[in-house]
């Protein structure tokens, strides 16, 4: 926490710190110290949720999002996967490097010794083995594992780790595609690639234009001031709460009414998009 906030403070004499570069300083800094040593740790469901809880408010906090976000849309605005993701891909890679050493090295025999015992008693005991085997069977994986120890052929740390990294980007694609069914207001993020989002690039080339950046983000995650997304909890519930009253043409004032469409804004538009076509 304390390094986060320093992150924070790093802007806050020029309208705050740029997403952009909160989000290399985050990685950097605050992920090593919060996700040190979890390799052999055996970090509880309590603990785990605990992580997850500080990750969701840093990723909103970077991006000035209200704390309503979707978790889901705030992380694919800047590429992010939850902690768990994170936290797993560690321990797979870990106790696959240590499998991979030579039969003389302690530490592969004491992990072999472990899973043989695991496998031949059936039993869910603890330990950092242990949950070892529950994430290779949680991400199909488990087949490369016993492969190896039966009959010692293996792939490559490069390979095993590309595998785990696919497996857990589709769990997490999974959970998010079924938030996207879920949420109305997350009906603009349908077709949004995941990684850094285009809106924090124009705002690190052009840090006069942060202010105008943060809106466009809220926006998207479906939580701007536009009369699309306020008008939804407005009771009793009527389409004219959803109509633009800039232009009162009869349109709703959805983002794309917003940025393309509505005549009101004809000079602010033109002049913030000559300035998007330059990044």
């Known amino acids: ?13 020029i309208g705050g710190t740029n997403p952009a570069v909160a989000n290399k300083l985050y990685w950097s800094t605050v992920i090593p110290s919060m996700l040190y040593g979890v390799q052999v740790l055996c970090l509880s469901e309590a603990a785990l949720d605990s992580l997850e809880q500080e990750h969701r408010s840093f990723g909103k906090r970077i991006q000035c999002l ?7 849309a705030a992380y694919r605005l800047l590429g992010w996967k939850s902690v768990r993701a994170y936290h797993d891909i560690i321990v797979l890679n870990f106790f696959y ?15 072999l010794f472990r899973i043989v015992h695991l496998r031949i008693s059936q039993s869910q005991l603890g330990g950092p083995t242990s949950y070892f085997i529950h994430l290779c069977n949680k ?11 039966d009959t010692g052929r293996s792939v490559t740390i490069d390979q095993w780790t590309e595998m785990c990294k696919l497996a857990i980007k589709k769990r997490e ?8 069914g879920m949420c109305e207001k997350l009906s603009n993020m349908y077709n949004l690639r995941p990684g850094l989002h285009q809106w924090w690039k124009v705002a690190k080339a052009h840090p006069q234009s942060l202010q105008a950046c943060r809106f466009m983000a809220k926006c998207l995650v479906g939580e ?4 699309w997304n306020t008008g939804r909890h407005v009771k009793p519930r009527s389409i004219q709460n959803q109509m633009c009253t800039v232009c009162n043409n009869g349109g709703f004032e959805t983002i794309k009414h ?3 469409e509505c005549p009101a804004l004809c000079k602010t538009r033109q002049s913030f998009l000559d300035t998007l076509k330059r990044v």
Do not use: Q, W
């Open 1 to 13: 926490r304390n390094s986060f906030s320093a992150i924070l403070s790093l802007g806050k004499n």
């Open 224 to 227: 701007g001031p536009l009369a």
């Open 97 to 111: 490097k240590t499998l991979l050493m030579h039969c003389s090295c302690i530490f592969k025999r004491l992990v």
């Open 173 to 180: 694609d999974f959970f998010y595609a079924i938030e996207l």
């Open 66 to 72: 209200p704390a309503t976000t979707s978790t889901h």
């Open 139 to 149: 991400y199909n994986v488990i087949e490369y594992v016993t492969t190896l120890i």
């Open 258 to 260: 917003f940025l393309f």
